[in-house]
């Protein structure tokens, strides 16, 4: 769990979740979101992440992934089962559970809510081929 190619891909995805969520939710979408956004969701956006708990969340997500990741594996690491596993991980994060807070909450539209699933799509596939191509280069 702690071995150095968990605990480097850890780093890599990190950076990634960090940076990459910033630049696919934070400003390639963010016009996108707010014109699906409902009216009844006004206020539900913070204007700004509160720094502490998003590296926390990042970092915790990347730890999870890649755990996850290097048990589901079975040893055979490199970018295209990182790549797949980014996919499951979209199939059950964006999609399952997109669909799932959809039926529940009014914050997105239907076409937020799928918009989401295409950026949790490449947001995940992403953190799965840096995950799979450093699993490789380090074990």
Do not use: Q
Not at 38 to 58: F, H, I, N, R, W
């Amino acid at each position: 769990m702690f071995s150095k190619a968990n605990l480097t891909s850890t780093i890599a995805t990190a950076l990634w979740g960090y940076f990459g969520g910033w630049l696919l939710w934070g400003i390639l979408s963010k016009d996108f979101f707010n014109d699906h956004l409902l009216e009844s969701a006004t206020g539900v956006m913070k204007d700004g992440p509160d720094m502490m708990y998003y590296v926390a969340g990042c970092l915790i997500f990347a730890f999870a992934f890649s755990t996850l990741y290097g048990k589901w594996s079975s040893g055979n690491y490199n970018a295209g089962s990182g790549i797949t596993f980014g996919v499951w991980l979209a199939v059950l994060l964006g999609l399952g559970s997109g669909l799932i807070d959809y039926s529940l909450h009014n914050v997105y539209d239907r076409t937020g809510t799928l918009g989401n699933v295409g950026i949790y799509l490449v947001f995940l596939v992403v953190m799965g081929l840096l995950a799979g191509v450093v699993y490789k280069k380090m074990s």
